[in-house]
C-alpha cells in the first residue's frame, strides 16, 4: 500500500485562534463548502488553484500565450495539464501553494517542533476542511498521539465519520454558522444536518469542544436567526447534554480574504457582511444568559 500522503496549501505557528499554546499549523486543501466570506478561499478547492499574486505578470512563464501584455487569461489554463508557469518557469507573479508530502514527513516536522517550540501547544490541523483528506488526517493524528503531542482541529463537521477522529483529537474547533439548513446551504452549498448531529455527538462525547459562529451581516445576523441559534442550542441541553465541556465564540465578518478571491481570479460576492459590535454582544449576552460559555480566543 502507498503511505499516506496530506496536500496542505499553508503552514505557519502559533495563532492565538488555533489552539492551546504554541501551534505549529497545518492548512489542508480541499473544502466541501464555498463559503463566500472565506478567508483562505485558495484552499477551498481539491486541486490547488493558481494565484496571481503580482501585476503585471511576466508574458514568458507561459509557454502557451495564456500571459499577454502582464495580463492572464485563465481560458487555457483550465485545460493546463503542465502548469508549466509554476512547474517549469518559477516566478514570483505566479504561484499555486499546495503541495502533497508524505504524513510521516509532517509528523517527523512535528516531533522536531515539539523539542524547541510547542510550549504546553502542538499540532494544528485546518483548511481547507480537514476531513476532506479523511485517511491522511486520521493517520497524521494517530502518529501524533502516540508521540504524545498534543492535536487541535478545525472543521466545518460535515463528515458523517468525524466522530471516530474524536479520540485523536485533544481539541475539538466546530463551525456552527446557521441554524436553519436551507439557509446554510444557500450560503455554503451544504445543509447543516450532519453538523447538528455531530455537535450532539461532540457535546456527548468530546472533553474539549470549541464552537464557533462566524457572525455574517445578511447571513445569520438579527433577531429571527439568534431565536433559531439558541433554539438548537437550548435543545442540546434539553437532550440531557450538560454541554460543560462545550465552548462557544462569536466571530465577527471580516475581508481578510477579499484579495486571495482577486488572486484565485474568482469574483468576491460579500458586500455589507460587516457587523455591528452591539449584535456580537447581543449574541454573546443571550448565550451566557442560556447559560453557555462564551471566549474570546
Ligand atoms: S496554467 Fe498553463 S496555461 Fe495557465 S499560465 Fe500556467 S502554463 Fe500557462
Known sequence: MPPETITIFQ?????????????LVYHLQGCNMACRWCANPEGIPDQPPLMAVKSPLLDVVCPHGAVKGGVLDRTL?????????????????????????????????????????????????????????????????????????????????????????FPLIDTLMMDFKHPDSGVHKAFTGVGNEMIRQN?????????????????????????????????????????????????????RYHEFGRQKWEQC??????????????WVRRYEEAFRQAGFTVVHT
Open 265 to 278: 481570479g474568482w469574483e468576491y460576492r460579500m458586500e455589507n457582511a460587516q457587523v455591528p459590535g452591539e
Open 199 to 251: 455537535v450532539r455527538r461532540a457535546a456527548q462525547s468530546h472533553p474539549r469542544v470549541q464552537l464557533r459562529v462566524p457572525m455574517v451581516n445578511g447571513f445569520n445576523v438579527g433577531e429571527a436567526e439568534l431565536e433559531g441559534f439558541l433554539r438548537f442550542f437550548d435543545g442540546l441541553k434539553t437532550e440531557g447534554l450538560p454541554c460543560e465541556n462545550v465552548t462557544l465564540e462569536f466571530l
Open 77 to 165: 489554463c483550465r485545460t493546463c495539464e503542465g502548469r508549466e508557469c509554476v512547474t517549469v518557469h518559477k516566478n514570483d507573479g505566479l504561484v499555486c501553494r499546495g503541495i502533497t508530502v508524505p504524513v510521516e514527513t509532517l509528523a517527523e516536522e512535528a516531533g522536531r517542533s515539539r523539542g524547541m517550540f510547542f510550549d504546553g501547544g502542538g499540532v494544528t490541523l485546518t483548511g481547507g476542511e480537514p476531513t476532506r483528506q479523511y485517511d491522511g488526517v486520521k493517520a497524521l493524528l494517530a502518529r501524533l498521539k502516540a508521540e504524545g503531542i498534543d492535536t487541535a482541529m478545525e472543521t466545518n463537521g460535515t463528515h458523517p465519520d468525524l466522530p471516530a477522529l
Open 11 to 23: 503552514k505557519g505557528f502559533n495563532y492565538s485562534q488555533d489552539g492551546p499554546g504554541n501551534r
